[in-house]
């Protein structure tokens, strides 16, 4: 991970504010959805996209049960 020597406070509410400069360079756009992940002792937080469930494929996705699975997998998963 590469630091950028930004800081922030947590609000008595337990947020934080996203510079803008990390917004823009990451395409981050106000209501876009964020995926907060745990590792070790960090906090990553990450621009969500859907993407199939097993391979991570985000493109030509089918919606399965809630989940969304990509057309190599899904006829992967017919020959199985």
């Known amino acids: 991970m590469k630091s950028t ?3 922030r406070k947590v609000d008595e509410l ?3 504010v996203l ?3 990390l917004r823009r360079t990451l395409d ?3 209501k876009d959805p964020i995926e907060i992940y745990v590792d070790g002792n ?3 937080l990450k621009k969500y996209q859907l993407s199939c469930v ?3 494929n985000p493109e ?7 989940k969304y699975v990509c ?3 899904m006829s992967n998963l017919k020959t199985v």
């Open 5 to 7: 020597g930004i800081t």
């Open 14 to 16: 337990g947020r934080i």
């Open 19 to 21: 510079p803008i400069e």
């Open 28 to 30: 981050i756009m106000e």
């Open 42 to 44: 960090s906090i990553v």
């Open 54 to 56: 097993f391979c991570g």
């Open 60 to 66: 030509n996705l089918t919606p399965f049960k809630e």
């Open 71 to 73: 057309i190599d997998c």
